[in-house]
């Protein structure tokens, strides 16, 4: 079946411009997450959601970054007034939450480039 | 809440040799433990997972073993690749009201032919 997919691929923004990128979840997955990945580094986490519940939002750096998903699918990230430390690259995953277990699959990834 | 620390955060082996990477968590509750492999320009993907009711799990050449009583699990791969180079995440779950993963920083594996 059809994996997690991100739009657009690459992004390249101005300073100061706000951007928004898109996750499609896998149909069926009730939890997706945005995570940030600077080049060489780790998985950030920036947000979580499960179904319709609150999101947790706790691992987003600063107030200019904003998520929402709308009808418990698609989920779109929110970048004002970029900065060149926002230029990462942002993952989105879904996981279809069965118990207390379960696995996460990635999107290809946005490629974030604040110039 | 739940901490996950890796280490090596690099690791060059020549190939057909193995490659051990190891991580250790804080939370007692958690019970899922998965490895994502992400190779160079790619997305993380899934190699292997074990839950806290078993202490080792094998897949072909990879591996994953499980002490609860230390907090500890380890990937190992034998006879390694070339294409096994890769970063590899360990994470471990969490529930804070939410259920989630806690990643590890990665290990940079380098199998050099």
């Known amino acids: 079946g059809a994996g997690v997919s991100q739009s657009p691929s690459n992004k390249v923004t101005e300073k100061g411009k706000d951007v928004e990128l898109r996750c499609d979840p896998i149909?069926?997955?009730?939890?997706l997450y945005w995570y940030r990945q600077s080049l060489g580094q780790g998985l950030e986490f920036l947000i979580y959601?499960?179904?319709?519940?609150?999101?947790?939002k706790s691992g987003l750096p600063s107030d200019r970054f904003s998520a929402e998903r709308t009808g418990g699918s698609v989920s779109t990230l929110t970048i004002q007034r970029t900065q060149q430390e926002d230029s990462a690259v942002y993952l989105c995953?879904?996981?279809?939450?069965?118990?207390?277990?379960?696995?996460?699959?990635f999107g290809p990834g946005t490629r974030l480039t604040v110039t | 809440g739940e901490n996950v620390e890796q280490h090596p955060s690099t690791l060059s082996v020549q190939e057909g040799d193995s490659a051990v990477i190891k991580c250790t968590y804080s939370d007692s509750a958690s019970n899922y433990f998965p490895w994502y492999k992400q190779e160079l320009g790619k997305r993380p993907q899934l190699i292997i997972d074990?839950?806290?009711?078993?202490g080792e799990k094998k897949d072909q050449r990879i591996a994953v073993t499980l002490n609860k009583t230390a907090k500890h699990f380890s990937l190992h791969i034998t006879e390694t690749q070339p294409e096994d180079s890769a970063v590899y995440f360990c994470a471990a779950n969490s529930y804070t009201g939410f259920q989630k993963l806690v990643f590890g920083t990665g290990t940079r594996l380098l199998v050099s032919p």
């Open positions: 074990i839950r806290s009711n078993v």
């Open positions: 149909s069926g997955h009730t939890a």
């Open positions: 959601f499960q179904g319709n519940s609150a999101p947790d």
């Open positions: 995953a879904s996981a279809r939450v069965a118990g207390q277990a379960y696995e996460q699959y």
